[in-house]
């Protein structure tokens, strides 16, 4: 059940949108589905910009004052907009600013990775509120896995304060086809393939379901929270497996079956560093993840210390500095550094961003392989100025980027 706006503003301790007491509990319940297609560009605008005046609207939608006023209006009576206080060093009287009001509905989002994942209750601008781990193998299968993703967030929407849930996002280790939410031929996600993961989810909450792919979700969060001034970016998961995520000219490269970024089902280049070409979990050989993957390092490992070690042992390995560990990191940054200094050379990105848990753990291990092979390989142009880092966003930049994600789905964007 619904609050009355009143209610929802005092428990999140906004300020109140409006005087006159004209609000009523059927304006609040709307969503921004039910907006016409003036409001919802108007919405739209303001969340790009962060907050405008009247004057400002009336100079970037062209509308008159009149038409402005009363999208304005109903952008405030369904408590989507909320007055942000006066411009500062405006001259003569001060013009109030209005800006999206992030407590009027919550997003649901779950970063699902091999291993485990990440359950995250956010606001509409997109503020991780609450956070929750739970661990799940990707291989028990969609039943088991979205079991699992349901009950952490039903967990999380107990805390909800009577808003309503707007939207839900769900990213996944593996190839997902964007617009129909449905994963398609997943190399290692047995069970998987061909499900409607969106058709699913969608009855959970009743609300708009975003379904992406892992490393393309962090892409997405990197550049909203850590990137925000640029348009090109190469982010790169190394976790269980290898994929990688295309941002170019400030979109997410899908590719025509949503298959973009699958780096690690490249053919590698081991040139120098080794000579075998190991079996790879896709059933191929040779690929970048069967020597750069966290399964592939506890593989080697395991038969470097004679005793099975799996990939989180690798990650308590490499933080404790084992010496082993540390060898063979930065042997699989060499090698997948041989693999990016393509891509760079390809894509011409801004800066290249490396997260999930082994490139989390191994910090400048990996880093300083992988560097030493793009700087080396790629094209000069591309590599002027170009930064390779590990994400400072990592384990949450899943998290945001559904979440923006699943914000742009719901509240529009200018551009749509
Ligand atoms: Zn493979």
């Not at 016409?36 to 009336?58: E, F, I, K, P, S």
């Not at 997405?220 to 190469?234: F, M, N």
């Not at 100025?385 to 930049?397: C, E, G, H, M, R």
Request: hydrophobic letters at 45%.
């Amino acid at each position: 059940m619904l609050l009355p706006a009143a209610a929802v503003h005092a428990a999140r301790k906004g300020p109140t949108s409006r005087e006159g007491g004209r609000v009523t509990t059927t304006l609040t319940q709307q969503t921004p589905a039910d907006l016409d297609a003036g409001a919802a560009y108007l919405l739209a605008l303001v969340r790009a910009h962060g907050a405008l005046t009247r004057a400002q609207m009336n100079v970037m939608t062209g509308w008159a004052r009149m038409t402005v006023t009363s999208r304005l209006e109903q952008l405030l009576a369904t408590e989507l907009l909320t007055p942000d206080g006066p411009t500062a060093g405006a001259r003569g009287r001060p013009a109030t600013r209005y800006r999206l009001a992030p407590w009027r509905a919550a997003l649901m989002v779950a970063d699902v990775g091999a291993l485990g994942m990440r359950l995250a209750r956010c606001d509409l601008a997109s503020v991780v509120e609450e956070t929750l781990d739970r661990r799940c193998l990707i291989s028990d299968g969609p039943d088991a896995v979205l079991a699992v993703v349901r009950d952490g967030l039903e967990q999380l929407a107990a805390d909800l304060d009577s808003r309503p849930v707007w939207g839900v996002g769900i990213s996944l280790p593996g190839p997902v086809e964007f617009l129909a939410g449905r994963v398609v031929s997943p190399p290692i996600m047995t069970g998987w393939d061909g499900v409607a993961v969106r058709d699913i989810v969608t009855e959970w909450f009743g609300s708009p379901v975003l379904v992406d792919n892992d490393v393309n979700a962090m892409a997405v969060g990197e550049l909203a929270a850590s990137y925000p001034e640029v348009s090109d970016l190469l982010v790169v998961k190394v976790g269980t497996g290898v994929g990688a995520g295309i941002i170019s000219e400030g979109r997410v490269l899908r590719g025509a079956a949503g298959a973009a970024g699958d780096i690690g089902h490249t053919w590698a280049d081991p040139s120098g560093i080794r000579s075998d070409v190991p079996e790879c979990r896709c059933g191929k050989r040779g690929c970048v993840e069967s020597y750069v993957g966290g399964w592939a390092i506890a593989r080697d490992l395991s038969r470097e210390l004679g005793s099975e070690r799996t990939v989180d042992d690798v990650t308590d390995l490499l933080r404790a500095g084992e010496s082993t560990a540390v060898r063979l990191v930065r042997d699989a940054g060499r090698i997948l550094g041989a693999s990016l200094a393509t891509a760079v050379s390809l894509l011409n990105p801004s800066a290249v961003v490396l997260g999930g848990q082994i490139a989390a753990a191994s910090g400048e291990h990996l880093l300083a392989g992988l560097r030493e092979r793009i700087y080396a390989r790629a094209l000069p142009l591309a590599t002027r100025d170009l930064p390779i880092k590990v994400s400072t966003l990592w384990p949450n930049a899943g998290v945001h980027g559904l979440a923006r994600g699943i914000a742009d789905t719901v509240l529009g964007t200018p551009a749509a």
